[in-house]
């Protein structure tokens, strides 16, 4: 088991371009809200049927995905990597969420959310960071074709969060930025993994004994 844990780690290729330009987004994205007004302006858009059928129903279909995949495929290595994803995701977003609450840029506390004063953890939205990760988890390991329903789902989830004012358009953004790094990190193809040799193998016991 231990050696099947290393190999999921082990055999992720992190593209490291894309893994920085998620740190840049994320950066970028930390200082708002600002002082906007349009932050504290309550949207009318929350109570439509699209934003209900997304909040209640929709937003679950990236993460069944992500958990069904591997478990139908009977993919060890894909099973293992999503708890990697799940632990680091969560511990990421409630991290920063706790870590920036109480910040003041331009007179307005990060961790306020539209319309709410008193509220807290606006900055990152976790709803988004776990269908961002879902996205880059499943694409990646079983095919580009999984985008099709992933990213409309993953855009109406934040869409969503925005028009319910439960948080800032940055926030959202950055939580979306906080799931695909984190998916980045811990995520390898499938098709690649194929090529080598796994935990179990014949050839790999007869090397090991």
Not at 4 to 13: E, G, S
Not at 80 to 87: A, C, F, R, S
Not at 194 to 205: F, K, N
Request: net charge positive; charged share 20%.
């Amino acid at each position: 088991m231990w050696n099947l844990m290393k190999q999921a780690y082990t055999r992720v290729q992190r593209p490291r371009w894309f893994i920085f330009a998620c740190l840049i987004g994320i950066m970028l994205s930390l200082p708002y809200p600002t002082d906007l007004q349009s932050y504290r302006t309550p949207r009318t858009d929350g109570n439509s049927s699209l934003v209900r059928v997304t909040e209640n129903y929709l937003r679950f279909t990236n993460t069944i995905a992500q958990v069904a995949l591997p478990i139908l495929l009977k993919d060890k290595i894909g099973m293992i990597q999503l708890v990697y994803v799940g632990i680091s995701g969560t511990v990421a977003t409630h991290g920063l969420k706790r870590l920036v609450d109480k910040w003041e840029i331009w007179g307005t506390r990060l961790g306020e959310r539209p319309s709410r004063p008193g509220s807290k953890h606006n900055m990152p939205s976790g709803h988004s960071s776990l269908a961002s990760s879902a996205v880059y988890f499943v694409s990646r390991r079983y095919g580009f074709k999984h985008l099709l329903y992933l990213v409309p789902i993953l855009l109406l989830t934040m869409y969503a969060r925005v028009a319910l004012n439960d948080h800032t358009v940055t926030a959202v953004i950055a939580g979306a930025l906080v799931g695909l790094l984190m998916a980045a990190i811990f995520t390898s193809d499938r098709m690649k993994d194929r090529m080598l040799p796994t935990v179990g193998d014949a050839s790999t016991e007869r090397e090991n004994s």
